[in-house]
């Protein structure tokens, strides 16, 4: 079997507090394989965006990377100095942002932010060349190529920040809600673009969003974090038709049908405080199967089937 592109083991990030340290990512372990979409997915605060930056080592205080490794074509991200890292990062591993407004400077024009990417890692042709064929990479004039990032649209700027993300051809591509705040035509007009990409250059994407429906439509594999946990990872269309855990199920039945029948469902509760999350299965408290188990026992992810994990007592015991 091929060595996977990212393997994250028992990756574990605290956040300082006040009251103490917070747990944000608890032992977390996935991989990635080379042009594969692995879809990252769960509720707002489960530790998704927190796992990218872990991996990327961009972590802001008071993070901290607590326990576990991370290894990408075969280095161990996390014993790497900052020169070997920076000769790692961008080139061969890259980030999309949340915001793009936030991640793009808002006094170096596009040309500018792309040349800096180039020049650090030694590009040795026109950096305002290169810049003109990203941008039309990612369907934006290269006209552009002067502006600043207040002066383009959001999805412009979410554009400019892939094509940013692109600029050194890396293996890997972590997208961190890439299509937040964009309307419903200009988001599908991006994703459809980074598949494009994907399919003509053959690098990976991690991609990161509480849209578990949207998610579906794109990723190879799904895997599922609550509460800094994951509770499931499956080829995508193994989880929409054959979800173990119960908050996967729940998720699913939130989003509405494509085609009209049924309504959404929510899930009931709130997720838990992670500075001091309920003991056994973090889920316990919401799930309606919940059984005595559960609250004292954190469940191991057990397997259902081919690359198809789930940490639930009530689903092992009864093959749900």
Same mark, same amino acid.
């Given at each position: 079997?091929?060595?996977?592109?990212?393997?994250?083991?028992?990756?574990?990030?605290?956040?300082?507090?006040?009251?103490?340290?917070?747990?944000?990512?608890?032992?977390?372990?996935?991989?990635?394989?080379?042009?594969?979409?692995?879809?990252?997915?769960?509720?707002?605060?489960?530790?998704?965006?927190?796992?990218?930056?872990?991996?990327?080592?961009?972590?802001?205080?008071?993070?901290? =990377?607590?326990?576990?490794?991370?290894?990408?074509?075969?280095?161990?991200?996390?014993?790497?100095?900052?020169?070997?890292?920076?000769?790692?990062?961008?080139?061969?591993?890259?980030?999309?942002?949340?915001?793009?407004?936030?991640?793009?400077?808002?006094?170096?024009?596009?040309?500018?932010?792309?040349?800096?990417?180039?020049?650090?890692?030694?590009?040795?042709?026109?950096?305002?060349?290169?810049?003109?064929?990203?941008?039309?990479?990612?369907?934006?004039?290269?006209?552009?190529?002067?502006?600043?990032?207040?002066?383009?649209?959001?999805?412009?700027?979410?554009?400019?920040?892939?094509?940013?993300?692109?600029?050194?051809?890396?293996?890997?591509?972590?997208?961190?809600?890439?299509?937040?705040?964009?309307?419903?035509? +200009?988001?599908?007009?991006?994703?459809?673009?980074?598949?494009?990409?994907?399919?003509?250059?053959?690098?990976?994407? +991690?991609?990161?969003?509480?849209?578990?429906?949207?998610?579906?439509?794109?990723?190879?594999?799904?895997?599922?974090?609550?509460?800094?946990?994951?509770?499931? +990872?499956?080829?995508?269309?193994?989880?929409?038709?054959?979800?173990?855990?119960?908050?996967?199920?729940?998720?699913?039945?939130?989003?509405?049908? +494509?085609?009209?029948?049924?309504?959404?469902?929510?899930?009931?509760?709130?997720?838990?405080?992670?500075?001091?999350?309920?003991?056994?299965?973090?889920?316990?408290?919401?799930?309606?199967?919940? =059984?005595? =188990?559960?609250?004292?026992?954190?469940?191991?992810?057990?397997?259902?089937?081919?690359?198809?994990?789930?940490?639930?007592?009530?689903?092992?015991?009864?093959?749900?």
């Amino acid at each position: 079997m091929a060595e996977p592109l990212l393997e994250v083991r028992d990756l574990c990030v605290d956040y300082a507090a006040p009251s103490g340290r917070v747990r944000a990512v608890d032992r977390v372990s996935l991989t990635v394989d080379r042009g594969e979409v692995l879809g990252l997915a769960g509720e707002s605060g489960c530790g998704k965006s927190t796992l990218a930056q872990a991996v990327l080592r961009i972590l802001p205080p008071p993070a901290v =990377i607590t326990g576990g490794h991370a290894w990408f074509e075969g280095q161990d991200l996390f014993a790497l100095d900052e020169p070997a890292l920076r000769k790692v990062r961008w080139k061969r591993l890259s980030m999309v942002f949340q915001s793009a407004l936030d991640s793009l400077s808002p006094v170096l024009s596009l040309a500018e932010q792309i040349g800096d990417a180039l020049r650090a890692h030694d590009f040795t042709g026109s950096t305002r060349a290169r810049s003109r064929e990203l941008l039309q990479l990612v369907d934006l004039d290269p006209l552009l190529v002067d502006a600043y990032p207040h002066q383009l649209s959001g999805g412009m700027r979410q554009r400019a920040g892939i094509a940013l993300a692109l600029a050194l051809d890396p293996a890997l591509v972590l997208l961190d809600e890439p299509t937040t705040a964009l309307d419903v035509i +200009v988001e599908h007009q991006i994703l459809q673009r980074l598949l494009a990409l994907k399919a003509e250059r053959g690098f990976a994407m +991690v991609f990161i969003t509480h849209d578990l429906a949207r998610m579906l439509q794109i990723a190879d594999r799904v895997a599922i974090l609550y509460a800094g946990r994951l509770v499931e +990872v499956a080829p995508a269309q193994t989880l929409k038709r054959d979800a173990r855990h119960p908050y996967t199920r729940g998720l699913l039945a939130a989003f509405p049908s +494509v085609h009209g029948t049924g309504e959404p469902q929510g899930i009931g509760g709130m997720p838990p405080s992670l500075a001091n999350p309920p003991r056994g299965c973090r889920f316990h408290p919401r799930c309606e199967l919940a =059984i005595d =188990i559960c609250r004292k026992e954190q469940p191991p992810l057990v397997q259902f089937g081919e690359k198809h994990f789930a940490a639930c007592h009530v689903a092992a015991a009864h093959r749900l």
